[in-house]
């Protein structure tokens, strides 16, 4: 069974969800201010929802665990 935390948002729904812009968001993951996306295809990657809920609980203090990956 997938819980609402397993599923996985594409570009658009975190777009959607955050309010931000593409860009924006690329440049956050650059920066390490937002979680990094997962691949979940072949040409395909996407958001966990608990990390963008994550993040938006406290987009101010969020950064990446693993800013070497």
């Not at 812009?21 to 395909?44: H, W």
């Not at 969020?62 to 990956?69: F, L």
Request: aromatic residues 8%; charged residues 30%.
């Amino acid at each position: 069974m997938v819980t609402l935390d397993d599923r996985f948002l594409r570009i658009n729904g975190v777009v959607e969800k955050t309010g931000r812009s593409r860009a924006a968001i690329y440049r956050m993951i650059a920066d390490g201010t937002f979680p990094r996306q997962e691949r979940i295809g072949v040409r395909a990657v996407g958001w966990r929802m608990s990390a963008v809920a994550k993040w938006m609980e406290a987009p101010l203090e969020y950064r990446q665990d693993n800013m070497g990956k």
